[in-house]
């Protein structure tokens, strides 16, 4: 888009150098509106979808985003207190201090190591500071740490709004790799990348998204630790800080034994070299409230920076300040009302029932992630390719970029065969594919819509 009629105006020369590389994209929102109005089948949307009695005892045969059960008790009886003020900058104390013991509990999910230093977590985190959503902790995250002009590492399969943050919001740039390689991690394209950018600034930043948005990839505990050892080899030869974003967005949903089942923000943590990682999760996905709009940024410290547990303190409280400097200039505070509603639950339920609710929707989503691959298993087209999947909320198809461009094949899955999905077409980053929400699919319509993307590749 170029937008050539604003140009001619006074406000676009009054607009700040941001405001000139802004853009929203022809991305998700474009295909998920046209799919709404055309598609019976819309596979776009990265919102859970589900009949209500799938995850709700006694619930209604409606098809209606995935919910936590409890949230139906807040909307009787709401105290004004959890409705009227304002939220303190960084959010409210009590449910950072929640979301914190949140974090420390589901690192003990499952551990693998037996040096794993609990206490070392406990201490050397940062109070969660609240965002709105994770979309703003990126923004803040990446403003804390990238300059104009300064590059951060990414895999070429990722969320589309990196680089409209990176790129058009800061103006920083992000240096790609090519993800895969054989179906695993690509560890050498992955440290091409951070010896190119070595060579161009004095720090490393990277940014992990596991389960990966739109591939659906995690490692496995092999490669995690393929990973992690590559990180620490890097960083120990360069002898640069490492600044590591772990975009936890869809952390809980892991559907195949044999994979990270933890936050990499965790394995990060442990390192007592200066890897510094950054955790950005929120209640969108991991509580099921899509339009809560709460997100947490959480730092990993390392004990050698500090002297005392007094020193530890003052460099947290600087932190701290450092974090609500970025949210009260840009969205001042983030939703009271979700973030008592967030409290309430934890109060009310507390980690395990929250889990075990949960669950419940993590069953269905396993059903349609098993089902999904079943069905895209049995179409024999050399021209396609399935990356890679085993949890989040997507699955990925690789179209031959010779003979099928993602575009066109998308428009016309949507015109003729009534299939809404996300096409990622980015020649210069050898993407040319499809992404498919199989959260917002029933399990029973998978099978047709499988089979009306194989009858679109038969056209081609």
Sequence with gaps: MEFNTIKKTPLYRAFSELGKRIFLPEGIFFW????????????????????????????????????????????????????????????????????????????????????????????????????????????????????????????????????????????????????????????????????????????????????????????????????????????????????????????????????????????????????????LDGITKELLLYGGRIGFVTIGLKPTWIKSDEELQYLKNQIHNKLEGINRSTISNSNMFYQAVTQKIFINKGISKIIQMRDKVKEVLKYRYEKINSELMKIEDPDITIDPNYGGFFVFVNLDPKKIKANKFADYLLTKYKVGVIPIEKEEEQINGIRIAYCSIDVKKIPEMVNRIKLALKDF
């Design 32 to 279: 998920s509106g046209r799919a709404k109005k055309e598609a019976d089948l819309n596979g776009t949307i990265g919102t859970a979808y589900a009949y209500e009695k799938d995850f709700i005892e006694g619930g209604a045969s409606d098809w209606m985003p995935c919910y936590l059960e409890s949230l139906k008790e807040y909307f009787k009886n709401l105290n004004i207190n959890d409705l009227v003020p304002y939220a303190s900058v960084a959010g409210i104390k009590e449910l950072r201090e929640t979301w914190k013991a949140w974090i420390i509990e589901k690192s003990l999910f499952d551990i693998k190591s037996e040096n794993y230093k609990i206490n070392w977590l406990e201490k050397y985190i940062t109070l969660p500071t609240i965002t709105s959503g994770i979309t703003n902790g990126l923004y803040l995250s990446c403003a804390l740490f990238l300059d104009p002009g300064e590059i951060i590492i990414s895999p070429n399969k990722r969320w589309g709004n990196y680089d409209n943050i990176v790129e058009k919001f800061i103006g920083a740039k992000i240096k790609s790799f090519e993800y895969f390689k054989e179906k695993k991690i690509n560890i050498q394209g992955l440290k091409q990348a951070i010896d190119d950018v070595s060579k161009l600034q004095n720090k490393i930043s990277i940014i992990l998204n596991f389960p990966n948005n739109p591939t659906g990839y995690i490692p496995t505990w092999e490669e995690g630790q393929e990973l992690l050892d590559l990180l620490k080899e890097c960083q120990k030869s360069l002898e640069k800080s490492f600044v590591i974003l772990v975009d936890d967005a869809y952390e809980p949903y892991i559907f195949n034994d044999g994979v990270l089942n933890r936050s990499f923000f965790y394995d990060l943590q442990q390192i007592e070299q200066d890897i510094i990682p950054l955790k």
